[in-house]
């Protein structure tokens, strides 16, 4: 009971210090508007994509990469936490260390719904019919999708000293997982080497799934919808391990 | 007398260098004990084994009856400590700070809002509970840290250098109220300080650490009389040259020179004062102002942790305070 509680009490925090941060907010509403518009229009007239409409195309790899850049980013707020001494008061208190991952865990998680699901009303700017259906199954995929990125955060916010790493996260972490998702190009007609390289990035199938999910019938589907599931469950519990492990590591 | 705390031979490594050396000690219940020691003697490192938070190298404590090394959930649940590094959230409310702390530690919810009220008081922070903390003063952060310390009501309270950084005002209100609070909640409390005055007038038992050992360990009047004896302080225009030229003919116990005054610590200052006003005037040195005093803690601080009693207090150190400082303050 107690460990819950504390759970809950790391997760408002996290939760509540998202909402806060209104530069934060702003950039995330801004920056997939400025991909979508800008972007997405200029692909759009310049590469044609016979029969689909590249803003439609684009449109749920744009909330992948928004959750990826979130999760990331607040992962590794492990290390202010750090850097400003509250780990400590977290460290030192009853709640065992897997109760205090696990409230960061589901902390940023949530953040990361959050970034994602803003996103969604900006569907009708481009003219994608939402309804209620498509949001009630993309919410669970996305939810898979975030856990295991999350722990990627936490793993790396684990395993680093100081915040001059970050940099290298966002080359070789998120921009890689970003552009081998086949978020903003289609991964049929790239090389072999391209293509082998995206599909052992986890992402490639939440995107795909999520497009299956969004784009209907216009979407021919990279894999089936039960194999985009099951990569991406191996992918969180992996990622979940991984980062536990670290995380209990920490001095 | 109960022991609360009992450590065995704890020690700590970090690659070659030993921080904390086979410390042997029980402390008993009820008790506030001090540590007291230079910059680097070790004292952080020997609180942050009993916290659980660094892994003893060697040898084990008990708290409240739990071992640090097997026991940590119960040991945690047992104690409360304010660190000597700042350890809020400044992008929340103190009040906010002190909720999270309380659920952390699961403070019943119905004793919550009381117990934050009281504490906040204490602390004199009532009027700010609800601002964020990036907006306190180093001394407020500190003031809030020792609030939180207490909220659980912890069986020990560790307080690693919890004054520093407080005016005078705020560390005797501090000190009143955990002086009341030991009485009535049976609470032990063990404290690092660089103010051996109040080390001395507040705390049952001193333990003088140096270099990872605990060199004395004895209440304050003890300690003092095993120093023994005098202190003489001299003032002088010419102080610097007495200082070396009574070192240099070694007319009388002890010489210390620091701040313009020099110290001389004697046997017995009636007999040996005359002889050395006599050396002085051979010299040619007039002598301005005289004291002689019993030793104090600053006294017994310096007999024990050494070099010091003959050169002063170097340079060195005192920068080395002040940079502490500053980085605390930050
Ligand atoms: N994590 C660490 N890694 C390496 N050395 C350390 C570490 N922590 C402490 N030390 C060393 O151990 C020694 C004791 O440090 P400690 O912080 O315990 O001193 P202290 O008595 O608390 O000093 P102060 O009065 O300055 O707070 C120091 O020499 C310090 O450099
Ligand atoms: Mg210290």
Redesign the pocket.
Known sequence: MSEIRGIYTLWLREVKKFLREKPRLINAICQPLLWLFIFGTGMRFSSGMPGINYQEFIFPGLIVQAMLFTAMFMGVSVIWDREFGFLKEILVSPISRTSVFLGKMLGTSTDVMIQGIIIFPFAYLIGIPVHIFMVLEALPLMILITIGLVCIGLTFASLMKSFEGFGLIQTFINLPMFFLSGALFPLANVPTWLQWASYVNPLTYGVDALRTVMMGDTWVQLFPMSLDIMVLLCFDIIMFVIGKTAFCRV? | MKPIIETFNLK?Q??P?T??NNISLTINKGEVFA?L????????????MLCTI?RPTSGTALINGFDISRESAQVRRSIGIVF?DPSVDTDMTSRENLQMHANLYSVPVSEQEERIKQVLELVGLSGRADDFMYTYSGGMRRRLEIARGLLHYPRVLFL??PTIGLDPRSREHIWDYIRNLRKREDMTIIL?T?YMEEADRLCDRIAI?DQ?TIVALDTPSVLKQEVGGDIITIRSDKSQVLSDLLIQDNIAGHVSYHNDEIKISVQDANFQFPGIVEYAVNAGIRIDHVTITKPDMNDVFIHYTGKELYHGETPERTG?IAM?KRRRAR
Do not use: C, W
């Open positions: 001095e | 700590k970090f690659g260098y921080a904390v540590l020691g230079p910059n680097g003697a070790g004292k952080t490192t020997f609180l942050s660094l000597q690693d250098e690092t660089h650490i990872g080395r502490m």
